[in-house]
């Protein structure tokens, strides 16, 4: 089985903190994610990356930033914790191209309170 | 431009089936998916469709029209566990490799 996991399941930080969140994953996928679920609006990507210093901007990046120093970990960086950043962040890997449907494999998920 | 409407709630009685609908605009299509999400926790993979038809397993079943771009999850004897939001999924092919994700429909199962 995939196994993601994430740094921290609840974390509260102050109004411009830098917070870093991380994302392991132990079955050597190459397309990782970073998304935030707020309600009423369901997933939205933040950042997603393909392969090892690759990464690609997703729907919502603004006031995010990402690493991806190996290919196991994926960071999310909030370089300055705002209150409208208080939500869940959930980090997800992918089947890889050519090995069935692309589903979506999700770490537990960090709630983050910015206070 | 790519959008995916569900319900945002359900209520259903234990024993019972319910049909969850999922309707999606979206270009490049690559296949849709059901997840299931418990509260405060992740979601999970429960199905996928890329092929027009229904596809079965167990108790859960999801359909899809891909000329309608229309989608179902069917849930059969619904147990109290099955209380969870249910999220329909569209992957995509254009612009690079992406999945966008409805709101999420929330199912209540009462006795």
């Known amino acids: 089985d995939v196994k993601v996991t994430q740094s921290s399941r609840y974390l509260v930080k102050r109004t411009g903190e830098k917070v870093f969140l991380e994302c392991v994953q132990d079955?050597?996928?190459?397309?990782m994610f970073w998304y935030r679920q707020d309600p009423g609006l369901g997933l939205r990507l933040i950042y997603f990356?393909?392969?090892?210093?690759?990464?690609e901007k997703g729907d919502i990046p603004e006031g995010y930033s990402v690493s991806r120093e190996k290919k196991e970990r994926f960071s999310l960086i909030l370089e300055s914790a705002s209150t409208n950043q208080t939500s869940m962040y959930l980090c997800?890997?992918?089947?890889?191209?050519?090995?069935?449907?692309?589903?979506?494999?999700f770490g537990p998920g960090t709630r983050l309170t910015v206070l | 431009g790519q959008n995916i409407d569900q319900p945002t709630e359900m209520t259903a009685t234990e024993g019972a089936i319910v049909q969850i609908n999922c309707t999606y605009q979206?270009?490049?299509?690559?296949?849709l998916f059901w997840y299931q999400q418990h509260a405060g926790e992740a979601p999970t993979f429960l199905s996928y469709n890329v092929l027009d038809g229904l596809e079965e397993k167990g108790r859960f079943s999801s359909f899809l029209s891909r000329s309608k771009g229309y989608s179902y999850l069917l849930l059969k004897e619904l147990q109290m566990k099955d209380s969870a939001s249910y999220l329909c999924?569209?992957?995509?092919?254009?612009?690079?490799?992406?999945?966008?994700f409805g709101a999420g429909t929330r199912l209540f199962v009462k006795a």
């Open positions: 079955m050597d996928h190459e397309n």
């Open positions: 999924a569209v992957s995509s092919n254009t612009g690079g490799f992406k999945t966008i």
């Open positions: 979206t270009s490049g299509f690559n296949g």
């Open positions: 997800a890997t992918v089947t890889p191209p050519g090995q069935g449907a692309d589903t979506q494999y």
């Open positions: 990356s393909y392969d090892v210093k690759m990464k």
